[in-house]
């Protein structure tokens, strides 16, 4: 089993590292603020579809990497928390009327 090598980053950190990847940050408080409640490691899976698509004949990390690290021209923390939030509220509603759909599927 091999050791985990990732050292912890702080919040401004994280945002740094999504900053220096080409994301753009109107909004640092607000922006740490958003790590800290959503997490990075789930904002990064909104991230996701901002990051540049690859060319058939890039060179690539693994045979399932089909997105660069940096992101695309617009992107902006803004956005991604935006949907993160968005995503989370539809969850709720969702959820928060399940007796429903379950009495609807008898």
């Known amino acids: 089993m091999t050791k985990y090598q990732k050292p912890h980053l702080r919040y401004a950190q994280q945002l ?4 220096n990847r080409g994301m753009e940050c109107c909004d640092r408080v607000a922006a740490e603020h958003a790590l800290e409640g959503l997490g990075y ?3 990064s899976a909104y991230a996701y579809s901002f990051r540049i698509l690859l060319s058939d004949d890039s060179v690539r990390k693994t045979s399932v990497q089909y997105r660069a690290d940096e992101f695309t021209t617009g992107a902006t923390f803004e956005l991604v928390a935006k949907l993160a939030r968005f995503d989370r509220a539809i969850r709720m509603l969702c959820w ?3 007796p429903l759909w379950l009495g609807a599927a008898r």
């Open 16 to 19: 740094d590292h999504l900053v």
């Open 96 to 98: 928060q009327n399940e």
């Open 41 to 43: 490691y789930r904002l």
